[in-house]
């Protein structure tokens, strides 16, 4: 059986060519004479990849000198309890935009930490917009300001950086990272799981500014503080070394691609041609907003839910994986991060056309 193309959420589709040097390199990497992962995080070698790798993310993301960058675990989700746990009080407030199901996630796991505040929500809409600007309800005393740039569920995606003044801006960056250029001045704390856009699950980046970890408390286990992981370059316990490896070369694959400009145009080609197909079928529909429609994650909907299980069989006959929609929405949903290319976004469209021809 060969490869499928592959419309997975996350975990997700690689590029194959960091698949075949993976493999290249799995019994002997290096000059280590053993697999990454089988040498010690400490030796000189991985040390090594560690600060390369960190470079290549500082270059590919242009990440100012004021900011640290961390290799951790724990899941996005950890870091939704970890960040009020590291920036916040009980006492205090911190605002939430919620424009999807991981920023009520986000809130949920805040909740012990802080007090947060939903200060917009499109939920009236299900999740189908973003809450114009004006009517957020901010407090300028909130410990920080959290959203969710791109809602891998709901298929809805920020177009620009909201302006929040001068309380800190955090972003759960999990499903658009590295998917376009970014101005990272603009943030306190960017965080992403590396399950879509940077390689395996169980390794976290988080890009923090400096004067944010100076809130790091002391009470806390050292194991939750940011920045006793700072201070340790992200070496204060055994990191997840084979994901870190798998992110590096990840990097290097964007940057001989031509960094995160020629992915945004890469990706606005794809989500172009896929709206365009589901727009113009007179059967399949999206209910999102044009204006924050995701360049990452689309789902879509047949006319009559009854298709849905023929529409899932039909992709999977066809080599098409990975399109079942999130349980939360039903219908069906095509990631296409960087590392799908165009040529498996044609192979989609023209097997939705075709299935719509026939089923229509
Ligand atoms: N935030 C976003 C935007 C996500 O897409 C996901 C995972 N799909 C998460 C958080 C949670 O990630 P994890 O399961 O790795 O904790």
């Known amino acids: 059986m060969s490869r499928g193309y592959n419309f997975s959420a996350g975990p997700a589709a690689l590029p194959e060519e960091v698949l075949f040097q993976a493999r290249e390199e799995m019994l002997e990497w290096g000059t280590a004479r053993a697999s990454v992962m089988e040498i010690s995080h400490r030796g000189r070698d991985f040390m090594a990849l560690a600060a390369e790798s960190e470079q290549d993310l500082r270059d590919l993301m242009a990440i100012p000198a004021n900011y640290h960058v961390l290799f951790m675990q724990g899941g996005a989700t950890q870091h939704f309890a970890q960040i009020p746990m590291n920036f916040a009080r009980p006492d205090m407030v911190a605002d939430y935009i919620v424009t999807g199901s991981w920023g009520e996630k986000a809130v949920r796991e805040a909740r012990p930490y802080v007090q947060p505040r939903i200060s917009a929500s499109s939920l009236d809409s299900n999740y189908t917009r973003i809450p114009p600007r004006s009517s957020w309800d901010l407090d300028p005393q909130a410990a920080y300001v959290h959203y969710t740039p791109n809602e891998t569920i709901h298929g809805v995606e920020f177009r620009e950086i909201p302006e929040v003044g001068t309380v800190p801006l955090i972003a759960d960056m999990s499903s658009d990272i590295l998917s376009r250029p970014l101005d990272v001045s603009k943030f306190a704390l960017i965080y992403a799981g590396a399950q879509k856009?940077?390689?395996?699950?169980?390794?976290?980046?988080?890009?923090?500014?400096?004067?944010?970890?100076?809130?790091?408390?002391?009470?806390?286990?050292?194991?939750?503080?940011?920045?006793?992981?700072?201070?340790?370059?992200?070496?204060?316990?055994?990191?997840?070394?084979?994901?870190?490896?798998?992110?590096?070369?990840?990097?290097?694959?964007?940057?001989?691609?031509?960094?995160?400009?020629?992915?945004?145009?890469?990706?606005?080609?794809?989500?172009?041609?896929?709206?365009?197909?589901?727009?113009?079928?007179?059967?399949?529909?999206?209910?999102?907003?044009?204006?924050?429609?995701?360049?990452?994650?689309?789902?879509?909907?047949?006319?009559?839910?009854?298709?849905?299980?023929?529409?899932?069989?039909?992709?999977?006959?066809?080599?098409?994986?990975?399109?079942?929609?999130?349980?939360?929405?039903?219908?069906?949903?095509?990631?296409?991060?960087?590392?799908?290319?165009?040529?498996?976004?044609?192979?989609?469209?023209?097997?939705?056309?075709?299935?719509?021809?026939?089923?229509?």
């Open 197 to 360: 856009n940077i390689g395996a699950s169980g390794l976290v980046i988080l890009i923090v500014r400096d004067d944010l970890l100076e809130r790091c408390p002391q009470n806390i286990a050292r194991i939750f503080n940011y920045a006793e992981h700072a201070a340790n370059h992200s070496l204060l316990n055994t990191p997840n070394t084979y994901g870190w490896y798998l992110a590096s070369l990840v990097f290097k694959w964007l940057k001989a691609q031509g960094g995160t400009e020629a992915m945004a145009e890469h990706n606005r080609i794809k989500a172009e041609l896929l709206y365009s197909a589901i727009d113009n079928s007179g059967f399949y529909s999206n209910p999102v907003d044009a204006q924050a429609r995701s360049w990452m994650n689309v789902p879509f909907f047949l006319p009559r839910p009854g298709l849905d299980g023929v529409f899932l069989e039909e992709a999977d006959a066809a080599n098409l994986l990975g399109l079942k929609g999130h349980k939360l929405l039903g219908g069906m949903r095509a990631s296409i991060y960087n590392a799908t290319n165009l040529a498996a976004v044609e192979v989609l469209v023209d097997f939705m056309r075709d299935f719509a021809r026939r089923h229509g």
